[in-house]
């Protein structure tokens, strides 16, 4: 058990640290559209450290278990690494379009292949499936509800930003792209 509590505080620490990052060095160039985020990117980080702070502080004030066992823990720490691991990979997948606020580059192109084929939106899926892995780790309803159905809301404003930004920049051709995807999970939203 103090192996995995290790494990979970270094994944914690490695999901703040690179998302802290992100937000440091991959954000809009001077050449950029950039005044299509509408404060979305403060936004979601007031959302996720509140949302952080009150999982967690409520898995230690109150005792609502989802199940009576550790591998639930298991479980939770899996998806964590998992979201981490995964949005790394898609924002390497993006490249020089990904950025941390809604931005339209000179020559943007709309990514229609891998995970982009199946969703729109795949890195905040992947920040999804961290928030998920969190909740479930700290095995307290409340604090799986506080963990993910505050970021799930804030990315579903930051989605409606980003969508109309792109639909005003590539017309036809993303209403077509959202008409043959899904949001955030995979056939189904």
């Known amino acids: 058990m103090e192996t995995l509590s290790l494990v979970f505080s270094i994944s914690m620490v490695m999901w703040i640290l ?13 050449g950029d559209k950039k005044d299509k985020d509408k404060s979305t990117l403060n936004m979601l980080w007031i959302v996720f450290l509140l949302s952080i702070a009150a999982a967690v502080t409520i898995s230690y004030r109150s005792k609502f278990p989802i199940v009576e066992s550790i591998w639930i823990k298991y479980l939770g720490e899996f998806l964590i690494l998992a979201g981490i691991v995964l949005r790394f990979i898609i924002i ?3 490249g020089k379009y990904f ?3 809604v931005t339209i580059k000179q020559d943007h192109t709309i990514k229609k292949e891998g995970f982009y084929s199946l969703i729109r939106h795949p890195s905040y899926s992947a920040s999804l499936l961290t928030f ?5 780790y700290l095995n307290n309803w409340i604090s799986l509800i506080l963990a ?8 579903g404003y930051r989605i409606k930003v980003e969508e109309q930004a792109l639909i005003e920049q590539f017309g036809e051709e993303y209403m077509e792209y959202m008409k043959s995807t899904k949001r955030i999970i995979p056939f189904v939203y």
Request: glycine fraction near 10%; charge should be positive; aromatic fraction near 10%.
């Open 132 to 136: 998920l892995g969190l909740g479930i």
């Open 148 to 155: 993910f159905i505050p970021p799930l809301l804030a990315f």
């Open 99 to 101: 950025t941390v606020d």
């Open 18 to 30: 690179s998302e802290v990052i992100y937000k440091q060095t991959l954000k809009s160039g001077s």
């Open 92 to 94: 390497r997948t993006l």
